[in-house]
């Protein structure tokens, strides 16, 4: 019988060994076949891109050549893994640096798995960290890093940047690495863009309520609410939007750090001022690009010269939030007869808020983190722009500012000339020099993007998925606002605690 | 001579045949059950899944002063508590019902079979088009005349689940305890009838005992069923349903999607420890109510 019991321990082993390996070797398989199919497509991208570099429109091209020439790293040898949310292989600023970084250094090889479903690409991911599979980069696209951070899975990063001598913090936007700290003032996840909140507001509004927030500095969705209830009730306007952006879970986003204290684990939602506040949010009328479902808020589309569109289509709309670089950028050109103010930062806690699309970071199962770091700095670094595919450049960075001052410069000039031109061809007329005035709207743009901001994190969707059923059905009328409080009160407990 | 050595290949030969037809169901044992559940331990017992520091029963302990375990915990043993006793006095009753009848037994047996075969989406579908706060149960109350609510966010929401728990676990019972109402002797019966024995005599020293192992297995199998319901419950109220609902999955399904292995596997080890105490005390009890009835 012993013998027998050996034998069966023996056949489980066997057994086991050999599942590993073919699991393996399937893994293999995969990311391999998803890399020649980039290289297909990236072919036909990088053959564009090569003779950009050589024009010589491009002046600053030459310096990842450069760097890379320089750089005592021509030895980088090693293979990593890097999962991204991204259905569109082409314009993906991963696939396009990753193909530049094997060509500059030979020995190293670059597998990428791509996802097109957040759902599905949420969960693979918390399975491979957990299961210690996960690739050596991840994308956080929607994926609460936070948590991650704390339960020791991701690496710091200050560290590595700090280790790194070809690394110069001061050509990028240091605030924003700063915003991304955590309470220790860890960094474990890199932005490669990000976007600051803001909104602009119609100009005659501005001035009949004294609400002239340009000059403030910024305004607070809190500001921004008790401004429109006092609106409702003195322009007597039962049509009256707020903005085509605000729905009830809007307060929430932004007013978060008022509501709960995640440090102490303390939830500030069943107080006589937030029970004011849901009243006011109830008062909030949805323009026609937004719907309120149980199931979350619409949203509205966005596109060049759209702010003038929705305040001219809709003299109801008070605020029209700028959500892309395109969107930011025309509202900050001084175009004539516009009837919106400048870009407004959106507050919280007194503090501009900003969010990033595009962070990445490094798993701490990683085998090589000076070579992930390494690819992490590339993708930040300088790089050759094609001028004329603006669409194109600003999906690179996921329609977000780059974290790299020269690429934010080059990005916001071409964006800047694309707008002017499009709003000459539009209608729009501006007077002064063009280049003076792209200048001007650069500088006054890296001003804001160079401001100390607060980042918007991403456990704020699970949140939101968390209360909005409640809030919902307070909406529809079917709780009151002390039931609703009560329970939203009791499950952001449960969350924070667990 | 021969004849006992053949006898005795003739055993090994056999032991050989069952421990090769067993292999299977074994390897699966191991492989899915056993093996998973040691290396769920491991995770318990140390820090991440990237330093793996031993940190002994410290996630345990963590996992237990939780708050929100805590309240996840009390919700499942108190539905437990009540809901597995309403099943198996519900199954009872009903059992006893359908074996009194005379016609169309079967039927109406196979009524409380049929929502067991349901699948939990399709179950879910019926409930809330009932308790939906425009359902079918608030569309009976306005018409009466009486003050409606939102069933499925108020505090009644733990007897909703309930009510469902036993609609889909009912079936099984009945059809246990039918087996084991049709098992006693009715010469038991009639004798205890003769010697002018009551009903409720004849109930308590005669139904109650020879029902007693069945009850068991029936017991047995509504508490595994009452882990079972935490399906439904995702699909009504999500990850993060009210406070009377929040279930010990619930805490475990957070976790999970949090990546955090550690406190998942914590009170994995928990659950399991309590169900095993669970079947230990109940194996108990019915071999010492056995021996006493005997």
Redesign the interface.
Known sequence: MNK?LKF?LV??ITM?SLTGCSFEAKNDELYNSKLEEITVHLNKYGESVDELIKSPQNGNNSTQKELATDSTDSGLIGTLRISVMWPDHETNLIAVAAKKFQALYPEVKIQIQFHDDVLKY??Q??VE????TAADIIDFFYI?YE??AA???LADLYPLMNADDSFHKEDYFVNVFEAFEDSQNGLFAVPLSFIFNSVSMRQDFMKSFDAEFENRGGISYQQMLDLYVRAQAGMEDENLYMSEFASATSWFEFEWDNLVDTRNKKVYMNTPEFLSNLEKIKRIKLTENVTQTKDGPGVIGSGYFIRDEIFKRNPAVLFVLNSSIEENIQTLLPFHDMIYSKPIPILSDGMPTMYAPFVLGIT??CQNKELAWKFLSYCMAERALPVKEVDTNSFLFRLGFPINKQNFRKLVQAVANDTLSKGGVAGYSFSGNRTAVIEESMAQVEKWCGMKGKVMQMDLN?FL??IY??LY?FLIG??TAE?TAA?IQ??T???L?? | MNVTIRSRNKKKYREWVLWLLLLPSLMGMLIFYLLPFFLSMYYAMIDNVVSRRFVGLQNFIDTFRNLSFQRALKNTAFFILVGVPLNLICSFIIASLLKKMTKLKGFFGLIFLIPMIIPAGAVVFVWKSIFDVNGILNWVLYSVGLPMKNWLESEWVLGIVIIIFLWKNIGIGMILFWTGLNRIPKTYYEVARVEGGSAMRQFFNITLVYIMPTGFVAALLSIINSFKIFKEVFLLFGNYPSEWVYLLQHYMNNQFLAANAQKLSASAGIISAFIVSVLFFFFRSQRKLSEHFS
Do not use: V, W
């Open positions: 027998f069966i056949i489980i086991g949420q969960a991911t918390s960290l957990m299961s210690n609460p948590r991650y339960a020791g899975l701490n199962t699970l998925d968390l059923p409640d059905q079917k709780q039931q329970r009791t499950k407990e449960i969350y605690n667990e």
